[in-house]
């Protein structure tokens, strides 16, 4: 499973931090071996395509948040049918990943990674609003909150939780309780601020063929 997160960073060309704390150090596959798995490294090719520009750039959307192809498509789809409804279509679809459970404990620094953060969720380490919730994919809404179960803070996967919650500055639109280990959604995320590794406006595009 590791060494498929590394191959999909090398493959796509940018890093997406699918692996947490490794990313950040010399051991990140794609500072070793900057190039495309297979024989790549010995091709030379020339600018990629439309379709492939845009088929990449969804992938790498697809791969940083962890999500499925048949998710990230009705994240998509349902997206555009608001096109017109809304004042920004790439801010909906980011807030609409973002609000994702898995991603909400991620950015919350309760777990190092998306992955983590998803194997958590599913083991019912979370209560949303007091119940416990253990769907990934569940969508958080504003005022919700976010806590970790009593009976589960005491795991060692938690050991070292309050020292690197000191250190962790979260998205404005999540307001973190260091002390009580629980945060609360205060409003919504933005292009802007979360900076995707992908442009949205061709993701679109592709799902508009």
Request: hydrophobic share 30%; glycine share 8%.
């Given at each position: 499973?590791?060494?498929?997160?590394?191959?999909?960073?090398?493959?796509l060309?940018?890093?997406?931090?699918?692996?947490?704390?490794?990313?950040?150090?010399?051991?990140?596959?794609?500072l070793r071996r900057a190039y495309a798995p297979g024989l790549q490294k010995k091709r030379k090719g020339g600018n990629p395509s439309a379709y492939k520009k845009s088929l990449n750039e969804k992938q790498s959307l697809k791969k940083w948040y962890g999500v499925?192809?048949?998710?990230?498509?009705?994240?998509?789809?349902?997206?555009?049918?608001?096109?017109?409804?809304?004042?920004?279509?790439?801010n909906e679809l980011i807030k609409r990943l973002e609000q994702r459970l898995d991603n909400v404990i991620f950015r919350m620094g309760f777990a190092k990674s998306r992955v983590m953060a998803r194997q958590l969720v599913s083991h019912g380490y979370f209560?949303?609003?007091?119940k416990p919730v253990n769907i990934a994919s569940y969508s958080v809404k504003k005022d919700d909150v976010i806590s970790i179960k009593a009976n589960k803070r005491d795991k060692g996967v938690f050991?070292?939780?309050v020292v690197d919650l000191k250190k962790k500055e979260t998205p404005i639109w999540i307001v973190l309780n260091k002390e009580k280990l629980?945060?609360?959604?205060?409003?919504?995320?933005?292009?802007?601020e979360v900076k995707p590794p992908a442009e949205i406006s061709t993701i679109f595009e592709f799902y508009s063929r």
């Open positions: 499973m590791k060494y498929d997160q590394c191959k999909t960073c090398r493959r060309g940018q890093k997406l931090f699918l692996k947490g704390e490794r990313c950040f150090s010399p051991k990140c596959a794609l499925s192809e048949r998710q990230f498509k009705r994240y998509v789809t349902e997206t555009l049918e608001k096109m017109g409804k809304v004042e920004n279509v790439s209560l949303v609003n007091g050991k070292d939780l629980e945060g609360k959604i205060a409003g919504s995320a933005t292009v802007d």
